[in-house]
Nanobody, 119 residues
Framework: QVQLVESGGGLVQAGGSLRLSCAAS????????MGWYRQAPGKQRELVAS???????NYADSLVGRFTISRDNAKNTVYLRMNSLIPEDTGVYYC?????????????WGQGTLVTVSS
C-alpha cells in the first residue's frame, strides 16, 4: 500500500506564492510519473502538472510560466511551486503517483491540501 502526504497549502493573497510538497511512503518498487491535480469548488478535478521519473514535465496550458513541478527521487517527493497566484487558483490540490510494486501498476492519491487565494 502507498501513502501520499501533501503539505504546504494555505491562505495567500493574490500575487503571492506557495510551495506544495507530496511525500510517498509505503510498499512499492518504484514510482514513475508523479503529478498534481486540483479541484475548484463546483468543478471537476483537472491536471495541473506532472513529471516523470526522468524529469520530463507536462503542464496545463494556462499554468505554464506560473507553476513549476519538480521532484526528488531519493525522497520520493514531488513539489509544486506556485507563483503569481490568482483567486482562480483556489481549490484542493491533490498529489498522484503512478507506482509499481513489482507485479502491477497502481495509482495512489493523496488526501488533498487546500489552497485559498484571496483577492
Amino acid at each position: 500500500q502507498v501513502q501520499l502526504v501533501e503539505s504546504g497549502g494555505g491562505l495567500v493573497q493574490a500575487g503571492g506564492s506557495l510551495r506544495l510538497s507530496c511525500a510517498a511512503s509505503g510498499s512499492f518498487f518504484s514510482i514513475n510519473t508523479m503529478g498534481w491535480y486540483r479541484q475548484a469548488p463546483g468543478k471537476q478535478r483537472e491536471l495541473v502538472a506532472s513529471i516523470t521519473r526522468n524529469g520530463n514535465t507536462n503542464y496545463a496550458d494556462s499554468l505554464v510560466g506560473r507553476f513549476t513541478i519538480s521532484r526528488d527521487n531519493a525522497k520520493n517527493t514531488v513539489y509544486l511551486r506556485m507563483n503569481s497566484l490568482i483567486p482562480e487558483d483556489t481549490g484542493v490540490y491533490y498529489c498522484k503517483a503512478a507506482t509499481w510494486n513489482g507485479f502491477k501498476a497502481l495509482d495512489a492519491w493523496g488526501q488533498g491540501t487546500l489552497v485559498t487565494v484571496s483577492s
